[in-house]
C-alpha cells in the first residue's frame, strides 16, 4: 500500500512537471507570436504586446543592465488630462515591442492625498540609486482642483523596477536657497518693488534680476516640466521649468535621490524653455527643450554646455527638413542612450492630442550629427540598425 502511495505521488508530480513545462512552453510562444514589431514607426498607433495602445506618455526609460531590460514610464492618459490611473511602466529587451507591467504608481482614493483621483501626474523620470538599492521616481505634480498654479515636484521610491512605487511627498525645491549664479544685489526688490505689468522693458529687467525668485525664496522654487539626469560620478540632477515657465533651474540631488542639496542654477533666463531632456557625449553635455506653447507644437531648442552646472550655449533648432518648425508636431521628454551601441540616441517625444489624450502618438527619430550639433529628421520607419550604418 505505501508502495502505491509513493507511485501515484510520483506519477502526479510527473504530470504537473510536464502541465508547467508545456505552459511555460506555450507562455514562450505566445510572447514571440505578440511581438509585432522590428522597427520604429513614429506617429502610429504603437501596441504593446497584449495589443493595446501603449498608455506611457511625457515618459522616460530607466535600463536596468543586469537582465538588459528597457523600463517606459509613463502617464497613463484617458480622454483628459487629469489623472485618473496614475503611471504605467511596460518592458522590452528590444524597444520596439513592449510588455506593460502594470501601474507603477497609482492614484490614491484619499481626496486629502497629493495623488489623488483627479491631481496632475505628468512627465515621469525613474532613476536607480546603488547606494540605497532603491528605484526612484520623480515626476511632476499639480494638487486637484488648482490648474497648474502648484508648481510641484513628486517623489515615489520602490525595491524593484515594476512593483508599486510607494509616494513619498511633493516638494517645491530649494526653498530658502540661492541660486549658485546670483548677485547679492539681486536679493532686494527693485526701486518701486517689482512690476505688476507682464512683458515691459521694466518686467523683463525685474525678471532677469530674479524677481520670482525672491517671490518664491521661502516656499521654494516652482516646478513643472521636469527631467532627472544622473551625471558619470552617479550625482543626480533634477531639470525643471520655473518662474512661471520663463526659466529653466538644474539642481543637485542628495546622494540617496530624495531631496535637494540647495545647490541650483538658473538657466537660459526668460528662455521660456519646457519639456528639457539631457544626454552626454563625448564630454559635452546636451540638452533639447521646447518653446512655451502649450499644447501646440512649436521649434525645438537646443544646447551644449561643458558641464551640467556650467554655461549653456544655444545651438538652435535641432529638427531639420519638413515640419521642422513645429518638431514633426511633437514635444520632447526623454533623450534614450541605446544600449551596446556608441554615441547612439533616441529623440523620444510626444505629440499631443489635447482633444483626446490617450491617443496622442509617439515621436522616437534617431538623433544625427552634423558640425558638433545634434541634429533630428523625420523618417516615418527606421531601427536600429540605422546606428550602425551612420
Known amino acids: 500500500m505505501e508502495k502505491q502511495n509513493i507511485l501515484y505521488i510520483l506519477i502526479c508530480f510527473t504530470l504537473l512537471f510536464t502541465s508547467c513545462k508545456l505552459s511555460s512552453g506555450q507562455e514562450k510562444k505566445q510572447t514571440e507570436e505578440n511581438k509585432k514589431y522590428s522597427a520604429f514607426h513614429p506617429g502610429e498607433i504603437w501596441r504593446d504586446m497584449e495589443g493595446a495602445h501603449i498608455n506611457a506618455h511625457g515618459g522616460g526609460i530607466y535600463y536596468e543592465d ?82 497648474y498654479s502648484a508648481a510641484r515636484t513628486g517623489l515615489a521610491v520602490s525595491d524593484t523596477p515594476t512593483s508599486p512605487f510607494k509616494y513619498i511627498r511633493s516638494y517645491r525645491p530649494n526653498a530658502g536657497e540661492w541660486p549658485l549664479n546670483y548677485k547679492e544685489e539681486w536679493k532686494e526688490s527693485l526701486d518701486g518693488g517689482d512690476p505688476e505689468e507682464w512683458w515691459t522693458p521694466k518686467w523683463h529687467k525685474a525678471l532677469n534680476e530674479g524677481m520670482f525668485v525672491r517671490r518664491d525664496f521661502q516656499e521654494g522654487q516652482m516646478a513643472r516640466d521636469m527631467t532627472v539626469y544622473v551625471d558619470k560620478d552617479g550625482t543626480a540632477y533634477h531639470i525643471h521649468s520655473s518662474e512661471e515657465n520663463q526659466t529653466l533651474h538644474i539642481s543637485e ?6 531631496n535637494f542639496t540647495g545647490k541650483w542654477k538658473r538657466v537660459q533666463v526668460g528662455g521660456q524653455n519646457e519639456a528639457p531632456a539631457i544626454f552626454e557625449k563625448e564630454g559635452k553635455y546636451y540638452m533639447i527643450t521646447s518653446g512655451l506653447t502649450g499644447w501646440d507644437p512649436n521649434p525645438a531648442r537646443s544646447f551644449v554646455a561643458d558641464s551640467i552646472m ?12 519638413e515640419d521642422a518648425d513645429k518638431t514633426f508636431y511633437s514635444q520632447s521628454t526623454f533623450i534614450l542612450p541605446a544600449q551596446g551601441k556608441e554615441d547612439a540616441f533616441i529623440f523620444m517625444a510626444d505629440r499631443w492630442n489635447p482633444d483626446n489624450h490617450i491617443d496622442g502618438r509617439y515621436i522616437w527619430l534617431p538623433i544625427e550629427w552634423e558640425n558638433g550639433k545634434p541634429v533630428i529628421r523625420w523618417k516615418s520607419e527606421w531601427d536600429l540598425s540605422f546606428f550602425e550604418d551612420n
Open 310 to 321: 556650467g554655461k549653456w550655449t544655444a545651438l538652435g533648432n535641432p529638427a531639420k527638413g
Open 253 to 258: 540631488l542628495t546622494d540617496d535621490y530624495l
Open 66 to 147: 543586469s537582465t538588459g531590460t528597457y523600463y517606459w514610464y509613463g502617464e497613463h492618459k484617458g480622454k483628459g488630462s487629469t489623472a485618473q490611473v496614475g503611471i504605467n511602466v511596460y518592458s522590452s529587451t528590444d524597444l520596439y515591442n513592449w510588455k506593460k507591467e502594470g501601474v507603477a504608481l497609482a492614484v490614491e482614493k484619499n481626496h486629502d492625498s497629493e495623488i489623488t483621483t483627479g491631481s496632475v501626474m505628468e512627465r515621469p523620470k525613474v532613476i536607480y540609486n546603488e547606494k540605497t538599492e532603491k528605484y526612484i521616481m520623480w515626476f511632476h505634480l499639480e494638487l486637484k482642483g488648482q490648474g
